[in-house]
Protein backbone atom coordinates (compact mmCIF):
# COMPACT_ATOMS: atom_id res chain seq x y z
CA UNK A 1 0.00 0.00 0.00
CA UNK A 2 2.29 2.84 1.28
CA UNK A 3 6.04 2.60 1.15
CA UNK A 4 7.43 2.39 4.44
CA UNK A 5 10.18 4.90 4.60
CA UNK A 6 12.60 5.04 7.52
CA UNK A 7 13.40 8.72 7.42
CA UNK A 8 16.69 10.23 8.55
CA UNK A 9 16.33 14.06 8.96
CA UNK A 10 19.30 16.62 9.75
CA UNK A 11 18.97 20.34 8.68
CA UNK A 12 21.75 23.03 8.80
CA UNK A 13 19.65 25.82 10.35
CA UNK A 14 20.03 29.39 9.86
CA UNK A 15 21.07 30.25 13.41
CA UNK A 16 23.18 33.01 14.87
CA UNK A 17 25.36 32.67 18.23
CA UNK A 18 21.99 33.88 19.66
CA UNK A 19 20.36 30.50 18.07
CA UNK A 20 18.05 29.12 21.05
CA UNK A 21 20.22 25.80 20.86
CA UNK A 22 23.37 27.77 20.97
CA UNK A 23 24.51 26.13 18.03
CA UNK A 24 24.95 27.45 14.54
CA UNK A 25 24.17 23.61 13.44
CA UNK A 26 21.56 21.93 14.73
CA UNK A 27 20.69 18.00 14.18
CA UNK A 28 16.82 16.93 14.42
CA UNK A 29 17.32 13.15 16.47
CA UNK A 30 16.94 10.18 14.08
CA UNK A 31 13.64 10.29 13.32
CA UNK A 32 12.14 6.60 12.25
CA UNK A 33 8.71 7.90 10.91
CA UNK A 34 6.23 5.61 8.79
CA UNK A 35 2.38 6.68 7.38
CA UNK A 36 0.01 4.44 8.67
CA UNK A 37 -1.44 1.46 6.62
CA UNK A 38 -4.86 0.01 6.67
CA UNK A 39 -4.90 -3.84 5.99
CA UNK A 40 -8.66 -4.36 4.88
CA UNK A 41 -9.94 -7.76 6.26
CA UNK A 42 -12.90 -8.12 3.19
CA UNK A 43 -12.80 -7.84 -0.35
CA UNK A 44 -16.58 -7.56 -0.28
CA UNK A 45 -18.41 -4.56 -1.83
CA UNK A 46 -21.22 -2.42 -0.61
CA UNK A 47 -23.82 -2.62 -3.23
CA UNK A 48 -26.18 0.39 -3.13
CA UNK A 49 -28.99 -1.47 -5.78
CA UNK A 50 -29.82 -3.21 -1.59
CA UNK A 51 -32.11 0.02 -1.63
CA UNK A 52 -34.99 -0.20 -3.95
CA UNK A 53 -35.20 2.71 -6.39
CA UNK A 54 -37.69 5.57 -5.34
CA UNK A 55 -40.70 5.03 -7.07
CA UNK A 56 -42.54 8.19 -6.65
CA UNK A 57 -43.66 9.68 -9.42
CA UNK A 58 -45.08 13.61 -9.54
CA UNK A 59 -45.53 13.92 -13.04
CA UNK A 60 -47.08 17.55 -12.56
CA UNK A 61 -44.20 19.32 -10.72
CA UNK A 62 -41.69 17.96 -13.29
CA UNK A 63 -43.70 19.25 -16.02
CA UNK A 64 -43.69 22.13 -14.08
CA UNK A 65 -39.76 22.35 -13.90
CA UNK A 66 -39.93 22.01 -17.70
CA UNK A 67 -42.20 24.50 -18.44
CA UNK A 68 -40.38 26.82 -16.23
CA UNK A 69 -36.90 25.88 -17.03
CA UNK A 70 -35.64 28.92 -19.17
CA UNK A 71 -37.01 30.86 -15.72
CA UNK A 72 -34.90 28.55 -13.88
CA UNK A 73 -31.84 28.61 -15.82
CA UNK A 74 -32.17 32.74 -15.30
CA UNK A 75 -32.48 32.54 -11.66
CA UNK A 76 -29.58 30.66 -11.94
CA UNK A 77 -27.71 33.10 -13.75
CA UNK A 78 -28.49 36.02 -11.41
CA UNK A 79 -26.78 34.20 -8.56
CA UNK A 80 -23.67 33.47 -10.63
CA UNK A 81 -23.69 37.17 -11.59
CA UNK A 82 -23.46 38.40 -7.77
CA UNK A 83 -20.12 38.12 -7.03
CA UNK A 84 -19.79 36.83 -3.17
CA UNK A 85 -15.88 36.47 -2.71
CA UNK A 86 -15.54 36.04 1.31
CA UNK A 87 -11.68 36.55 1.10
CA UNK A 88 -12.27 39.71 -0.20
CA UNK A 89 -15.52 40.53 1.23
CA UNK A 90 -16.90 41.38 -2.81
CA UNK A 91 -20.77 41.65 -2.73
CA UNK A 92 -20.91 39.52 0.07
CA UNK A 93 -24.07 41.60 1.96
CA UNK A 94 -25.51 41.84 -1.35
CA UNK A 95 -25.43 38.35 -2.26
CA UNK A 96 -26.65 37.72 1.69
CA UNK A 97 -29.84 39.61 0.79
CA UNK A 98 -30.22 37.98 -2.13
CA UNK A 99 -30.57 34.68 -0.93
CA UNK A 100 -32.90 36.06 2.39
CA UNK A 101 -35.40 37.98 -0.29
CA UNK A 102 -35.40 34.78 -2.44
CA UNK A 103 -36.29 32.49 0.68
CA UNK A 104 -38.66 35.10 1.35
CA UNK A 105 -40.45 35.31 -2.18
CA UNK A 106 -40.53 31.37 -2.21
CA UNK A 107 -42.90 31.64 0.69
CA UNK A 108 -40.57 31.37 3.92
CA UNK A 109 -42.08 33.10 6.44
CA UNK A 110 -39.28 33.15 8.79
CA UNK A 111 -36.09 34.31 7.27
CA UNK A 112 -33.46 36.64 8.41
CA UNK A 113 -29.73 37.36 8.28
CA UNK A 114 -27.84 36.29 11.21
CA UNK A 115 -24.95 38.36 12.75
CA UNK A 116 -21.86 36.90 13.53
CA UNK A 117 -18.51 37.75 14.30
CA UNK A 118 -17.55 37.77 10.31
CA UNK A 119 -19.60 37.47 7.38
CA UNK A 120 -23.76 36.86 8.03
CA UNK A 121 -25.39 33.47 8.07
CA UNK A 122 -28.77 33.49 6.34
CA UNK A 123 -31.51 32.21 8.14
CA UNK A 124 -34.80 30.33 6.62
CA UNK A 125 -37.65 28.73 8.23
CA UNK A 126 -40.37 27.04 6.10
CA UNK A 127 -43.42 25.60 7.80
CA UNK A 128 -45.43 23.16 6.04
CA UNK A 129 -47.01 21.39 9.28
CA UNK A 130 -45.62 18.62 8.33
CA UNK A 131 -44.27 15.17 10.30
CA UNK A 132 -40.86 15.51 9.24
CA UNK A 133 -38.19 18.36 9.57
CA UNK A 134 -35.50 18.89 6.35
CA UNK A 135 -32.22 21.13 7.22
CA UNK A 136 -30.45 22.35 4.57
CA UNK A 137 -26.96 23.69 4.68
CA UNK A 138 -25.59 26.23 1.95
CA UNK A 139 -23.02 28.10 1.56
CA UNK A 140 -23.07 31.59 -0.60
CA UNK A 141 -19.56 32.36 -0.63
CA UNK A 142 -17.49 31.60 -3.62
CA UNK A 143 -13.38 31.74 -4.12
CA UNK A 144 -11.69 34.83 -5.16
CA UNK A 145 -10.79 35.18 -9.20
CA UNK A 146 -7.75 35.93 -11.89
CA UNK A 147 -10.13 36.89 -14.51
CA UNK A 148 -7.49 37.13 -17.24
CA UNK A 149 -7.47 33.38 -16.69
CA UNK A 150 -11.42 32.70 -17.54
CA UNK A 151 -11.91 32.28 -21.15
CA UNK A 152 -15.75 34.14 -20.24
CA UNK A 153 -15.95 36.84 -17.21
CA UNK A 154 -16.28 34.79 -13.98
CA UNK A 155 -19.10 36.85 -13.16
CA UNK A 156 -21.14 37.11 -16.68
CA UNK A 157 -22.34 33.67 -16.09
CA UNK A 158 -23.04 33.34 -19.92
CA UNK A 159 -24.01 30.55 -21.56
CA UNK A 160 -21.65 29.12 -23.31
CA UNK A 161 -21.38 25.70 -26.24
CA UNK A 162 -18.84 23.00 -24.54
CA UNK A 163 -17.96 19.41 -25.88
CA UNK A 164 -20.37 18.37 -22.99
CA UNK A 165 -23.13 20.49 -24.36
CA UNK A 166 -24.86 23.70 -23.04
CA UNK A 167 -22.75 24.69 -19.56
CA UNK A 168 -22.59 27.94 -17.69
CA UNK A 169 -19.20 29.31 -16.81
CA UNK A 170 -18.98 31.17 -13.63
CA UNK A 171 -17.50 31.40 -10.40
CA UNK A 172 -19.73 29.29 -8.08
CA UNK A 173 -21.16 27.50 -11.01
CA UNK A 174 -20.44 23.59 -9.43
CA UNK A 175 -18.97 25.06 -5.69
CA UNK A 176 -22.02 25.78 -5.00
CA UNK A 177 -24.01 28.35 -6.13
CA UNK A 178 -25.69 26.59 -9.07
CA UNK A 179 -26.45 22.93 -7.64
CA UNK A 180 -28.10 25.52 -4.55
CA UNK A 181 -30.26 27.33 -7.01
CA UNK A 182 -31.50 24.30 -8.47
CA UNK A 183 -32.48 22.82 -5.48
CA UNK A 184 -34.30 25.92 -4.72
CA UNK A 185 -36.07 25.79 -7.93
CA UNK A 186 -37.23 22.65 -7.07
CA UNK A 187 -38.79 24.03 -3.90
CA UNK A 188 -40.81 26.73 -6.25
CA UNK A 189 -42.02 23.81 -8.54
CA UNK A 190 -43.25 22.04 -5.68
CA UNK A 191 -44.88 24.83 -3.75
CA UNK A 192 -46.27 26.27 -7.32
CA UNK A 193 -48.45 22.56 -7.92
CA UNK A 194 -49.05 21.83 -4.44
CA UNK A 195 -49.04 24.79 -2.26
CA UNK A 196 -46.72 23.76 -0.20
CA UNK A 197 -43.77 21.04 0.47
CA UNK A 198 -43.93 17.73 2.10
CA UNK A 199 -41.49 18.35 4.64
CA UNK A 200 -40.47 21.42 7.22
CA UNK A 201 -38.41 23.36 5.59
CA UNK A 202 -34.52 24.95 7.52
CA UNK A 203 -32.41 26.81 5.93
CA UNK A 204 -28.64 27.76 7.37
CA UNK A 205 -26.19 29.41 5.21
CA UNK A 206 -23.25 31.12 5.68
CA UNK A 207 -20.52 33.19 3.51
CA UNK A 208 -17.16 32.09 5.09
CA UNK A 209 -17.11 28.59 3.53
CA UNK A 210 -14.11 29.34 1.49
CA UNK A 211 -12.67 30.97 4.64
CA UNK A 212 -12.64 27.54 6.34
CA UNK A 213 -16.35 28.26 8.20
CA UNK A 214 -14.39 30.11 11.34
CA UNK A 215 -18.15 31.84 12.73
CA UNK A 216 -20.82 28.91 11.27
CA UNK A 217 -20.75 27.86 14.90
CA UNK A 218 -22.02 31.10 15.79
CA UNK A 219 -25.01 30.45 13.56
CA UNK A 220 -25.92 27.20 14.68
CA UNK A 221 -25.91 28.71 18.23
CA UNK A 222 -28.37 30.83 17.17
CA UNK A 223 -31.33 27.80 16.09
CA UNK A 224 -29.33 25.67 17.66
CA UNK A 225 -32.56 24.21 19.88
CA UNK A 226 -34.71 24.10 16.57
CA UNK A 227 -31.76 22.52 14.58
CA UNK A 228 -31.97 19.83 16.84
CA UNK A 229 -35.05 18.96 16.10
CA UNK A 230 -34.66 18.50 12.38
CA UNK A 231 -34.52 14.78 10.82
CA UNK A 232 -31.54 14.95 8.87
CA UNK A 233 -29.26 17.53 7.22
CA UNK A 234 -29.10 18.01 3.16
CA UNK A 235 -26.18 19.96 1.40
CA UNK A 236 -27.12 20.49 -2.59
CA UNK A 237 -24.11 19.51 -4.57
CA UNK A 238 -23.20 18.05 -7.88
CA UNK A 239 -22.07 14.55 -7.79
CA UNK A 240 -22.08 12.95 -10.93
CA UNK A 241 -19.22 12.32 -14.00
CA UNK A 242 -19.98 12.96 -17.46
CA UNK A 243 -20.78 9.08 -17.85
CA UNK A 244 -23.50 9.64 -15.53
CA UNK A 245 -21.50 7.55 -13.06
CA UNK A 246 -22.38 9.12 -9.61
CA UNK A 247 -20.37 9.14 -6.23
CA UNK A 248 -22.29 9.81 -3.06
CA UNK A 249 -20.28 11.14 -0.33
CA UNK A 250 -21.14 10.42 3.42
CA UNK A 251 -18.31 13.09 5.17
CA UNK A 252 -15.63 14.98 4.69
CA UNK A 253 -11.78 15.40 6.29
CA UNK A 254 -10.89 17.66 9.42
CA UNK A 255 -8.71 21.23 8.64
CA UNK A 256 -6.24 22.87 10.24
CA UNK A 257 -5.45 26.29 8.57
CA UNK A 258 -2.70 28.44 9.87
CA UNK A 259 0.09 30.83 8.78
CA UNK A 260 3.49 30.30 9.70
CA UNK A 261 6.06 33.38 10.01
CA UNK A 262 10.03 34.07 10.83
CA UNK A 263 10.87 37.48 11.55
CA UNK A 264 14.08 38.70 12.25
CA UNK A 265 14.77 39.19 15.94
CA UNK A 266 17.48 37.62 19.19
CA UNK A 267 18.12 34.86 17.06
CA UNK A 268 19.57 37.04 13.70
CA UNK A 269 18.01 38.60 10.78
CA UNK A 270 16.66 42.05 9.99
CA UNK A 271 14.17 43.17 12.62
CA UNK A 272 12.29 45.95 11.17
CA UNK A 273 12.83 46.40 7.40
CA UNK A 274 14.80 44.56 4.70
CA UNK A 275 18.53 45.43 4.20
CA UNK A 276 21.00 45.64 1.21
CA UNK A 277 21.36 41.97 -0.26
CA UNK A 278 25.07 42.07 0.07
CA UNK A 279 24.77 41.59 3.77
CA UNK A 280 23.69 38.21 3.48
CA UNK A 281 27.55 37.58 4.31
CA UNK A 282 27.24 38.23 7.86
CA UNK A 283 23.26 38.43 8.89
CA UNK A 284 20.52 35.82 8.76
CA UNK A 285 17.64 35.34 6.36
CA UNK A 286 14.38 35.36 8.16
CA UNK A 287 13.23 34.04 4.67
CA UNK A 288 15.55 30.97 4.39
CA UNK A 289 15.21 30.52 8.13
CA UNK A 290 11.01 29.89 7.62
CA UNK A 291 12.07 27.49 4.68
CA UNK A 292 14.16 25.49 6.98
CA UNK A 293 11.39 25.39 9.44
CA UNK A 294 8.62 24.10 7.08
CA UNK A 295 10.94 21.77 5.40
CA UNK A 296 11.73 19.74 8.74
CA UNK A 297 8.39 19.16 9.25
CA UNK A 298 8.35 16.80 6.76
CA UNK A 299 10.36 13.82 5.38
CA UNK A 300 12.69 14.95 2.31
CA UNK A 301 10.09 14.23 -0.33
CA UNK A 302 7.81 16.36 1.56
CA UNK A 303 5.04 13.10 2.09
CA UNK A 304 5.68 12.09 5.46
CA UNK A 305 5.18 14.19 8.49
CA UNK A 306 7.88 13.99 11.08
CA UNK A 307 6.01 15.60 13.93
CA UNK A 308 5.38 13.12 16.96
CA UNK A 309 2.71 11.91 16.63
CA UNK A 310 1.04 13.20 13.81
CA UNK A 311 -0.35 9.89 13.08
CA UNK A 312 -1.94 9.13 16.13
CA UNK A 313 -5.94 8.91 17.19
CA UNK A 314 -6.76 8.06 13.49
CA UNK A 315 -9.98 6.09 13.43
CA UNK A 316 -8.88 3.23 10.68
CA UNK A 317 -11.60 1.94 8.12
CA UNK A 318 -14.25 -0.14 10.16
CA UNK A 319 -16.13 -2.65 8.44
CA UNK A 320 -18.77 -0.48 6.73
CA UNK A 321 -16.06 1.44 5.36
CA UNK A 322 -14.15 -1.21 4.07
CA UNK A 323 -16.95 -1.97 1.82
CA UNK A 324 -18.16 1.62 0.80
CA UNK A 325 -14.37 1.66 -0.41
CA UNK A 326 -14.28 -1.37 -2.27
CA UNK A 327 -17.09 -0.25 -4.61
CA UNK A 328 -15.34 2.81 -5.13
CA UNK A 329 -12.34 1.40 -6.08
CA UNK A 330 -13.79 -0.75 -8.46
CA UNK A 331 -15.34 2.03 -10.58
CA UNK A 332 -12.20 4.44 -9.84
CA UNK A 333 -10.06 5.15 -12.41
CA UNK A 334 -6.76 6.48 -11.41
CA UNK A 335 -5.16 7.75 -14.66
CA UNK A 336 -8.00 9.76 -15.82
CA UNK A 337 -8.15 11.58 -12.40
CA UNK A 338 -4.60 12.28 -13.08
CA UNK A 339 -5.06 13.45 -15.95
CA UNK A 340 -7.58 15.84 -15.07
CA UNK A 341 -6.04 17.34 -12.35
CA UNK A 342 -2.68 17.42 -14.74
CA UNK A 343 -0.69 14.99 -12.85
CA UNK A 344 1.61 12.32 -14.03
CA UNK A 345 1.58 10.19 -10.47
CA UNK A 346 0.16 9.62 -6.72
CA UNK A 347 2.65 9.63 -4.65
CA UNK A 348 5.26 6.77 -4.25
CA UNK A 349 3.46 5.63 -7.43
CA UNK A 350 0.70 4.43 -5.51
CA UNK A 351 -2.65 3.79 -7.09
CA UNK A 352 -5.99 1.79 -6.64
CA UNK A 353 -7.18 1.33 -3.09
CA UNK A 354 -3.79 1.96 -1.25
CA UNK A 355 -3.52 5.35 -2.81
CA UNK A 356 -7.66 6.03 -2.24
CA UNK A 357 -7.21 5.16 1.87
CA UNK A 358 -3.98 6.98 2.02
CA UNK A 359 -5.77 10.17 1.03
CA UNK A 360 -9.03 8.97 3.41
CA UNK A 361 -7.31 8.32 6.36
CA UNK A 362 -3.92 9.94 6.95
CA UNK A 363 -3.19 13.15 7.63
CA UNK A 364 -1.74 15.94 5.13
CA UNK A 365 0.49 18.84 5.77
CA UNK A 366 0.70 21.07 2.33
CA UNK A 367 2.10 24.69 1.66
CA UNK A 368 -0.68 27.12 0.36
CA UNK A 369 1.16 29.90 -0.55
CA UNK A 370 4.49 31.63 0.77
CA UNK A 371 5.74 35.31 0.23
CA UNK A 372 8.71 37.55 0.95
CA UNK A 373 10.46 40.66 0.00
CA UNK A 374 10.79 41.94 -3.83
CA UNK A 375 8.62 39.70 -6.43
CA UNK A 376 8.44 42.09 -9.02
CA UNK A 377 10.04 42.85 -12.82
CA UNK A 378 13.78 43.47 -12.86
CA UNK A 379 16.18 42.99 -9.97
CA UNK A 380 16.00 44.45 -5.91
CA UNK A 381 18.54 42.87 -4.12
CA UNK A 382 17.40 43.04 -0.55
CA UNK A 383 17.26 40.62 2.52
CA UNK A 384 14.05 40.63 3.71
CA UNK A 385 12.93 41.34 7.35
CA UNK A 386 10.42 38.58 7.12
CA UNK A 387 8.50 35.47 5.47
CA UNK A 388 5.20 34.07 5.70
CA UNK A 389 3.36 31.11 4.39
CA UNK A 390 -0.06 29.59 4.75
CA UNK A 391 -0.48 25.95 5.63
CA UNK A 392 -3.39 23.44 5.83
CA UNK A 393 -3.53 20.37 7.45
CA UNK A 394 -6.38 17.80 6.24
CA UNK A 395 -7.23 15.88 9.45
CA UNK A 396 -9.20 12.03 8.98
CA UNK A 397 -11.65 11.41 11.93
CA UNK A 398 -10.13 11.24 15.43
CA UNK A 399 -7.85 14.03 15.43
CA UNK A 400 -8.39 17.78 16.31
CA UNK A 401 -7.27 20.57 14.94
CA UNK A 402 -6.30 22.28 17.69
CA UNK A 403 -4.06 19.15 19.16
CA UNK A 404 -2.25 19.10 15.78
CA UNK A 405 -1.17 22.76 16.00
CA UNK A 406 0.27 22.07 19.50
CA UNK A 407 2.04 19.55 18.15
CA UNK A 408 3.67 21.50 15.34
CA UNK A 409 4.31 23.94 18.08
CA UNK A 410 6.22 21.85 20.59
CA UNK A 411 8.02 20.25 17.42
CA UNK A 412 9.49 23.61 16.45
CA UNK A 413 10.47 24.53 19.77
CA UNK A 414 12.37 21.32 20.70
CA UNK A 415 14.30 21.98 17.06
CA UNK A 416 15.51 25.26 17.32
CA UNK A 417 12.29 27.18 15.58
CA UNK A 418 11.18 28.61 19.41
CA UNK A 419 10.93 32.31 17.31
CA UNK A 420 8.64 30.89 14.69
CA UNK A 421 5.37 32.43 14.98
CA UNK A 422 2.03 30.14 14.23
CA UNK A 423 -1.14 32.13 13.60
CA UNK A 424 -3.94 29.74 13.98
CA UNK A 425 -6.60 31.02 10.94
CA UNK A 426 -9.56 28.37 10.97
CA UNK A 427 -9.99 24.56 11.73
CA UNK A 428 -12.67 22.09 12.98
CA UNK A 429 -12.36 18.33 12.97
CA UNK A 430 -13.90 15.87 10.61
CA UNK A 431 -17.65 14.38 10.16
CA UNK A 432 -19.36 11.04 9.00
CA UNK A 433 -22.44 9.80 8.55
CA UNK A 434 -23.85 6.01 8.37
CA UNK A 435 -24.64 4.52 4.60
CA UNK A 436 -27.45 2.49 7.28
CA UNK A 437 -29.36 5.71 8.21
CA UNK A 438 -32.57 6.44 7.11
CA UNK A 439 -31.72 9.52 5.54
CA UNK A 440 -29.01 7.91 3.62
CA UNK A 441 -31.20 5.48 2.17
CA UNK A 442 -33.35 7.76 0.64
CA UNK A 443 -31.22 9.39 -1.03
CA UNK A 444 -29.76 6.29 -2.82
CA UNK A 445 -33.14 5.40 -3.81
CA UNK A 446 -33.05 8.49 -6.02
CA UNK A 447 -29.94 8.39 -6.90
CA UNK A 448 -30.37 4.61 -7.90
CA UNK A 449 -33.99 5.66 -9.89
CA UNK A 450 -31.89 7.87 -12.14
CA UNK A 451 -28.34 6.55 -12.44
CA UNK A 452 -26.15 3.56 -12.96
CA UNK A 453 -23.13 2.79 -11.33
CA UNK A 454 -23.39 4.76 -8.08
CA UNK A 455 -20.72 4.73 -5.78
CA UNK A 456 -20.91 5.42 -1.87
CA UNK A 457 -17.45 7.25 -0.30
CA UNK A 458 -17.53 6.87 3.25
CA UNK A 459 -15.61 10.50 2.96
CA UNK A 460 -14.12 12.87 0.74
CA UNK A 461 -10.05 14.26 1.07
CA UNK A 462 -12.10 18.01 0.99
CA UNK A 463 -13.29 19.35 4.73
CA UNK A 464 -16.49 21.24 5.29
CA UNK A 465 -18.01 22.36 9.05
CA UNK A 466 -20.71 19.18 8.87
CA UNK A 467 -19.17 18.16 12.42
CA UNK A 468 -21.95 20.88 13.44
CA UNK A 469 -24.92 18.36 12.22
CA UNK A 470 -23.23 15.11 13.39
CA UNK A 471 -21.14 15.73 16.53
CA UNK A 472 -22.48 18.62 17.88
CA UNK A 473 -26.25 18.47 16.75
CA UNK A 474 -26.60 14.38 16.36
CA UNK A 475 -27.76 14.28 12.73
CA UNK A 476 -27.10 12.56 9.43
CA UNK A 477 -25.88 14.81 7.30
CA UNK A 478 -25.63 13.95 3.50
CA UNK A 479 -23.86 16.40 0.50
CA UNK A 480 -26.10 15.20 -2.58
CA UNK A 481 -27.67 16.20 -5.73
CA UNK A 482 -27.10 15.06 -9.23
CA UNK A 483 -25.46 16.61 -12.54
CA UNK A 484 -21.24 17.60 -13.47
CA UNK A 485 -19.39 20.60 -12.89
CA UNK A 486 -15.90 21.05 -12.38
CA UNK A 487 -13.30 23.61 -12.39
CA UNK A 488 -13.89 24.49 -8.19
CA UNK A 489 -11.44 27.03 -6.87
CA UNK A 490 -10.15 27.48 -10.79
CA UNK A 491 -10.35 29.56 -14.06
CA UNK A 492 -13.38 28.54 -16.23
CA UNK A 493 -15.42 26.67 -13.65
CA UNK A 494 -18.86 25.23 -15.37
CA UNK A 495 -21.79 23.69 -14.20
CA UNK A 496 -23.72 21.62 -17.11
CA UNK A 497 -27.53 23.27 -17.96
CA UNK A 498 -28.14 20.91 -21.17
CA UNK A 499 -26.19 17.33 -21.81
CA UNK A 500 -24.73 17.12 -25.30
CA UNK A 501 -25.59 14.08 -27.43
CA UNK A 502 -23.84 10.86 -25.40
CA UNK A 503 -23.21 12.60 -22.05
CA UNK A 504 -25.44 10.99 -19.32
CA UNK A 505 -24.75 13.52 -16.30
CA UNK A 506 -27.92 15.40 -15.48
CA UNK A 507 -28.97 18.30 -16.68
CA UNK A 508 -30.46 21.04 -14.70
CA UNK A 509 -34.02 20.00 -15.80
CA UNK A 510 -33.29 15.97 -14.02
CA UNK A 511 -31.41 17.49 -11.53
CA UNK A 512 -34.54 19.52 -10.31
CA UNK A 513 -36.80 16.46 -10.63
CA UNK A 514 -34.16 14.80 -8.76
CA UNK A 515 -34.47 17.17 -5.66
CA UNK A 516 -38.17 16.94 -5.89
CA UNK A 517 -38.09 12.87 -5.62
CA UNK A 518 -35.45 13.07 -2.38
CA UNK A 519 -37.62 15.87 -0.64
CA UNK A 520 -40.59 13.77 -0.64
CA UNK A 521 -38.19 10.19 -0.26
CA UNK A 522 -36.70 12.22 3.20
CA UNK A 523 -40.42 12.95 3.92
CA UNK A 524 -41.11 9.08 4.02
CA UNK A 525 -37.79 7.86 5.13
CA UNK A 526 -37.77 6.68 8.74
CA UNK A 527 -35.11 8.17 10.84
CA UNK A 528 -32.23 5.48 12.30
Do not use: C
Not at 74 to 84: E, H, T, V
Not at 483 to 503: C, D, K, M, Q, S
Not at 512 to 520: G, L, N, P, Q, T
Amino acid sequence: MLMKAVVMVSFLALTSSLNPLGADEQTVPKSQVERPTYPFDTEEMYDPAVVPAYAGDHAKIYAHIDGAIEDHTKALQRWLRQPSISAQNKGIMDMAEMLRGDLEGMGFKETTLVPTDGHPGVWGYYDAGAEKTLLIYMMYDVQPVNEEDWQSPPFEANLIDHKLGKVVMARGAMNQKGPERAFLNALQSIIAVNGTLPVNLMIAAEGEEELGSPHYPQIVDAYEDRMKMADGVLFPMSSQGPDGNSSMILGVKGILYFEIEARGGDWGGPRKAEIHGSYKGIVDSPTLRLIKAISSLTSKDGNTILVPGYYDNIQAPTHEEQLLLNKVVSVRNDAEIQKSFGVSRWIDGQTGRDALVDLMYNPTLNVDGMWSGYTGPGVKTILPHMATAKMDSRLPLGQNPDDMLAKIRAYLDANGFGDIVLRKLSGYPAAQTSVSTGLSEAVISVYNKYTEGLSVNPRVAGSAPFYQFTDRLGLPMIPAGLGYGRGAHAPNEIFLITPGEGVKAAGLADIEKSYVDMIFAVAKAGRK
